[in-house]
């Protein structure tokens, strides 16, 4: 027990120390500089999320070291999290080809559930659709559509690395609660949290460096494979996850239809969705970030409580989570190159 305190604490600081070492770096060679398309004013430093990223693999050889968690859930994340790592660095240093990109993401998923399992089945309440070779498929694409709508969604100061600490937060209580106070089921989502805390003391708005991809898509990627991991443990459901995800998955995936039906580029850069636009209209990041959080907290985490209480209307309460937030992206014009209301020049 003493160990899964002390653990999380030196991740963080590990995190902390890691992202300034790279932000050296960063200062000379990866400088991110304002465009028509940013959503900052100064130029910054980006890649950040290395330091996150070593950190959480360093805590999760040190926790299976310990008898936290499983061998196989450390191989799982650091087999395919140094892929898709390595992957974004590269990105972040010189454009990567999408399909590339996409393509190793999938196998990074690939890799992981081979070492993990996958769940039996998806519950609908009406009743359990077992996942064949298709089921798997589809559930791996929907794993690396997450991944990339991560990276879709780090456009403002502090909105990812906030996301990711509430998903990895509200997931490790609701695993404790399933489980029925099993605290080593937590300890991987405890210390993803604890890193990216340690990421955020740098990131949060005014942003002294951008997480930048190696950080977007290895957040992704982890919160990807411990929701699988729930999910083939019998703990947490996907429709959990989903809710504890609603408000990014909803943001990228309006944005990404009505950029598609407008016959937009939607692999190109922009600053079309809707945290983005109301981040031009609120005239700065903050408030954009600390409503996220609102929404987050108040809105989806009894949701998620629900779905893991009763997780055979898991389904029926995704739908009364996420579904007024697909409405609320349409209202905000999330996808549409029109201002919200008079835009006021942004602010870092």
Request: proline share 5%.
């Amino acid at each position: 027990m003493f160990a899964a305190v002390v653990l999380p604490v030196l991740v963080a600081l590990a995190s902390w120390a890691g992202v300034a070492m790279v932000r050296r770096y960063a200062l000379r060679r990866l400088l991110d500089r304002p465009n028509e398309r940013s959503s900052h004013t100064q130029p910054t430093p980006r890649g950040g999320g290395l330091g996150l990223t070593v950190a959480h693999l360093l805590g999760m050889t040190a926790a299976s070291m310990l008898g936290l968690h499983s061998l196989r859930l450390a191989a799982a994340l650091a087999g395919g999290g140094l892929v898709v790592a390595v992957i974004g660095f590269l990105d972040d240093h010189r454009p990567v080809s999408p399909a590339l990109r996409l393509g190793l993401h999938i196998l990074a998923f690939v890799w992981a559930a081979a070492w993990l399992g996958w769940p039996g089945g998806i519950d609908f309440g009406w009743g359990a659709i077992p996942l064949g070779w298709i089921g798997r498929a589809m559930l791996v694409l929907c794993l690396a559509w997450f991944l990339n709508l991560f990276n879709f969604m780090d456009g403002i100061d502090g909105i990812a690395g906030l996301q990711a600490l509430f998903m990895a937060a509200v997931g490790a209580a609701l695993a404790y609660m399933a489980t029925d106070g099993d605290w080593t089921s937590t300890t991987p989502l405890v210390l993803l949290g604890a890193a990216t805390a340690g990421f955020l003391a740098w990131n949060w708005p005014p942003a002294r460096i951008f997480m930048g991809d190696v950080g977007s898509g290895y957040l992704g990627f982890a919160l990807g494979v411990l929701a699988l991991w729930t999910m083939a443990q019998g703990w947490l459901t996907v429709w959990v996850w989903l809710i504890l995800g609603g408000t990014f998955i909803a943001d990228a995936t309006v944005t990404l239809l009505v950029r598609a039906r407008a016959r937009l580029r939607v692999v190109e850069a922009h600053r079309s969705h809707a945290y983005q636009r109301l981040s031009r209209y609120w005239n700065g990041h903050r408030p954009v970030t600390l409503a996220f959080a609102v929404v987050n907290f108040a809105w989806l985490a009894p949701w998620a409580y629900c779905a893991m209480r009763w997780p055979d209307s898991g389904f029926l309460y995704a739908i009364l989570a996420v579904g007024p937030l697909f409405v609320l992206a349409v209202l905000l014009g999330a996808g549409r190159t029109d201002e919200l209301g008079r835009a006021a020049p942004t602010r870092t």
